[in-house]
């Protein structure tokens, strides 16, 4: 290196100063490429292996620390008894089952961005509109796809038979408490795609959650848990969905004929990409059924892309089938 | 029944609108090009702030993600480009929306619920406002609902028991902007959903011509957004006339 301040100022710039001074022509110098590849080295359609560990946080009641290349992300589940006593609206009879989950907001997922994970978001600031809407997304597809059952969160209390009882009365059963699930996320660091690891820390964490064993104690009128961990029990939980982000980069501007524009989906995006991606979309499977399918920013993924978009997705759901069996 | 709309019901902003429809009210108001703080300003571009209220109490992370997904679409058409280092507010009121608050719908279909009549009012509102767009926009919800028929521009009942709830918003030509869809259901149908919201978006503001080539029956095909807009133009013109 030692003779480039002698040899002659050339018009060409090292690779970092480029992909820093115009980002976009340098994703797109990639892309043009007969082999089309990103600035990581993937292809296009080449998703992060993810790399999952579960129950490495002693004082919750379940975790995981999922890492996706360079973005790593820890979840904590921990529960919490609500006792209905204390339920201000108790929900009427005529609430299902199903909805008795969010009714009650017996999930409760906080995503933090501000711990140093990204330059973007400074240390110890209240949560950015990124971090509130990242939590909003990871609650409303917990409840969209009913991945909990209600039996599982609810302490009820059958009343012991008494003497004045007939041998074919059935004794009372009242749900006495609630178990409120808070799942924290912590993006310990941040390369682009926090949804997709966050989700996957998420549904890791909930796997490996053990309640203890709790019940109504009508002497003490108190809930009380069993010490024991062999009492604690795991949540059963309906299939797992996934999610696959993508990001579309395009050369569309409003300056340029349209036909000149050329775009590209970009699997997994990493921090660079989502920067100068305009457009993005996020599929949710569960099984082979589609439960979400977020999109917005721009006109390029219509039919045919979504198509391809949602035939990744599912090799994701796949190999996370096949992960999710091993954990 | 078309979609209600009253253009600049407020005298301040540089332009507003309200718009009503079967499950929400939103009224919107746009102000710019306006002065831009440091922190935010764009060296080459307009800086677009959305804010969406609800219809009770405080924003939350529910709002903030409203405003992601607006910021986005919007992003999409307003030309940026014209006002560098300038600020475009956004400002939404949710008036009414479908089981006030979402807690009857829930799932996240409450908020799917609400976006199309978002996209439209701001839309309606940026155009009032005299904002650049690249080309004109619009959003509707389809339902499907439990035999798998669709519903464009549901009601409330269709919405409780509906298999699945799709917000889609179209610019002109064609292109499909956003894409929130919420639910149970394969490729197959929702390739079916886009392609009638499609015809929905477009049919609001094709022209007379194109109009005809549009109509199929449907309970949109009334271009009500054009309408809307076209009336504006008379009356801001008809002093010219008188004179």
């Keep these: 290196m030692a003779d480039t301040a002698t040899s002659a100022p050339g018009l060409s710039f090292p690779r970092a100063t480029f992909a820093k001074l115009t980002p976009a022509p340098f994703l797109q110098a990639h892309l043009k490429q007969p082999q089309p590849i990103r600035p990581s080295g993937r292809k296009p359609d080449e998703l992060r292996e993810p790399v999952i560990n579960t129950g490495s946080l002693s004082h919750s009641n379940g975790s995981a620390v999922v890492r996706l290349g360079d973005t790593s992300v820890v979840c904590g589940v921990r529960g919490e008894i609500l006792l209905a006593s204390e339920v201000p609206h108790p929900p009427n009879e005529d609430v299902s089952e199903e909805d008795l989950v969010e009714n009650l907001g017996l999930l409760v997922p906080n995503v933090e961005l501000s711990t140093g994970c990204s330059p973007a978001y400074l240390p110890g600031n209240p949560p950015s509109n990124s971090a509130q809407s990242l939590s909003w997304r990871i609650g409303s597809l917990l409840h969209a796809s009913s991945l909990l059952r209600p039996d599982d969160l609810t302490i009820s209390y059958t009343e012991p038979k008494s003497a004045d009882m007939g041998p074919d009365e059935e004794p009372n059963t009242t749900v006495k408490a609630y178990w409120t699930l808070y799942i924290d996320i912590l993006c310990i660091s941040l390369d682009g795609n926090c949804f997709d690891a966050a989700w996957m820390a998420v549904m890791a964490a909930l796997k490996d959650t053990k309640l203890p064993k709790a019940w109504w104690d009508a002497d003490r009128e108190s809930i009380l848990c069993s010490p024991h961990a062999n009492d604690a029990r795991g949540l059963t939980l309906n299939s797992l969905p996934s999610t696959t982000t993508f990001a579309v980069f395009s050369t569309a501007s409003p300056l340029k004929q349209r036909s000149e524009a050329e775009s590209w989906v970009l699997a997994d995006p990493d921090a660079f990409e989502e920067e100068i991606c305009l457009e993005s979309v996020t599929v949710a499977l569960q099984g082979d059924k589609i439960v979400r399918i977020e999109k917005h920013g721009g006109p390029r993924v219509g039919k045919e892309a979504m198509d391809a978009c949602v035939a990744l997705a599912s090799k994701r759901w796949e190999q996370l089938q096949k992960l999710g069996g091993s954990v | ?243």
């Design chain 2, 1 to 243: 029944m078309p979609p209600q709309i009253t253009t600049s019901p407020l005298s301040r902003p540089d332009g507003s609108a309200t718009y009503t429809d079967a499950l929400s009210t939103v009224l919107a108001a746009v102000n710019g090009p306006l002065e831009v703080s440091r922190r935010d300003e764009l060296p080459s571009e307009a800086t677009l702030e959305i804010h969406v209220r609800p219809a009770a109490g405080v924003g939350g992370p529910r709002e903030r993600w409203l405003e992601a997904v607006l910021h986005a679409v919007l992003r999409s058409v307003v030309l940026v480009h014209l006002h560098p280092r300038a600020l475009v507010q956004v400002s939404l009121q949710v008036v009414r929306e479908p089981a006030g608050g979402g807690v009857g719908l829930g799932k996240g279909r409450g908020e799917v619920a609400v976006l199309p009549a978002l996209v439209n009012a701001a839309v309606l509102a940026l155009v009032g406002g005299g904002v650049g767009l690249e080309g004109m926009l619009s959003a509707v919800l389809v339902a499907v609902g439990g035999k798998g028929e669709l519903v464009v521009a549901p009601g409330v009942e269709v919405l409780e028991g509906c298999e699945s709830l799709h917000a889609v918003a179209c610019a002109a030509g064609g292109g499909l902007v956003m894409d929130e869809s919420t639910g149970r259901f394969d490729l197959g149908v929702w390739g079916e959903v886009v392609e009638r919201a499609r015809e929905a978006c477009l049919a609001a503001f094709a022209s007379k011509g194109e109009d005809e080539a549009m109509a199929n029956g449907d309970v949109e095909a009334e271009p009500w957004m054009r309408q809307v807009l076209e009336e504006k133009v008379r009356d801001a013109n008809a002093w010219r006339e008188s004179t």
